[in-house]
């Protein structure tokens, strides 16, 4: 059995990971913090109350009941400290919370190696999405030229999305870095942004709207053909599985570990 806090439980992602720990017969809940606190984690999934509260201070509340891992779903400008506490307490982190630098990445890396307590970050984890990176490397290998478009409901705070910027990440390992489009392409005076973000020559589109849960396409190019990877999430519950797998393996990994697919076969 791992005890588990939940940090972020009265937001959207928080509350369906509160669910989804109450559900698993190999975890078990035994706090939450959010800064709007208060709230009875039972009724947050839809149960009756159960009496494990929602507290509003997260170094109190690992003082106190020492979970094994802390699951943070909270903000991208809170979570680096977040994490850090974790740590400093000997609680394993696993984050889905996206916006974390690669020198904030770095600086979790030694804290975890310091305090002997592995951490584990997702940029994304839903299966879906984590086979849409996998496969986005093995054609970027014979169609280099690739942009990305990603699609999100209009709450998020950051862009590009954690999956955009790791599926770039992982398709720059295997490509030669060199610029797309025309070389004499210019932006009308007045529409910055129209070719989107560049990572290595290669663009990327963020796109904000109602409706959207998140979704992304990586679109190929080549002679006279075009090929067009897209994946969908439909629900948050897509993410739960990958949540739990990584709360259950994380107190077995070494050091920070990041992306899902690290603990698929
Ligand atoms: P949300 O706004 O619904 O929830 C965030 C919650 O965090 C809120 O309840 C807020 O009160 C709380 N919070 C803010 N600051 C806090 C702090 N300092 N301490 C404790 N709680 C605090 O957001 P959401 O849609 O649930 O998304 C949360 C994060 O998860 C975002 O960064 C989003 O991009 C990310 N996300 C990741 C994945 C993945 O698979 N990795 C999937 C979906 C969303």
Not at 100 to 122: H, S, V, W
Not at 159 to 180: N, Y
Request: glycine fraction near 10%; hydrophobic fraction near 40%.
């Amino acid at each position: 059995m791992t005890t588990v806090l939940v940090n972020g439980a009265c937001g959207r992602m928080g509350s369906t990971v509160v669910k989804a720990v109450l559900d698993d017969k190999d975890l078990k809940l035994v706090g939450a913090v959010d800064i709007k606190g208060g709230a009875d984690t039972g009724v947050l999934a839809g149960y009756p109350a159960n009496g494990i509260l929602v507290e509003t201070d997260l170094a109190a509340a690992l003082d106190r009941l020492k979970p094994e891992v802390m699951i943070d779903f909270t903000r991208p400008d809170v979570v680096f400290e977040n994490v850090q506490t974790a740590l400093k307490h000997h609680v394993s982190p696993v984050v889905g919370t996206t916006g974390l630098t690669e020198a904030q990445r770095n600086t979790i890396k030694e804290l975890a190696e310091k305090e002997d307590t592995p951490a584990f970050i997702a940029p994304n984890f839903a299966i879906g999405a984590v086979l849409l990176m996998m496969l986005s490397v093995k054609a970027a290998k014979y169609m280099p030229d690739v942009e990305i478009i990603e699609l999100h409901h209009d709450h998020k705070l950051d862009a590009p999305s954690g999956t955009a910027a790791q599926t770039a990440a992982l398709i720059d390992a295997v490509r030669e870095a060199h610029e797309q489009g025309n070389p004499d392409e210019k932006e009308k005076e007045g529409w910055t942004g129209a070719r989107g973000a560049n990572y290595s020559g290669m663009h990327v589109h963020s796109v904000r709207l109602p409706g959207f849960v998140a979704s992304q396409e990586v679109i190929f190019g080549g002679l006279g053909q075009t090929l067009t990877l897209r994946h969908d999430t439909t629900s948050r519950e897509s993410f739960m599985p990958g949540v739990v797998l990584a709360a259950k393996k994380v107190r077995g990994l070494k050091g920070l570990t990041v992306g899902l697919d690290k603990l698929l076969d």
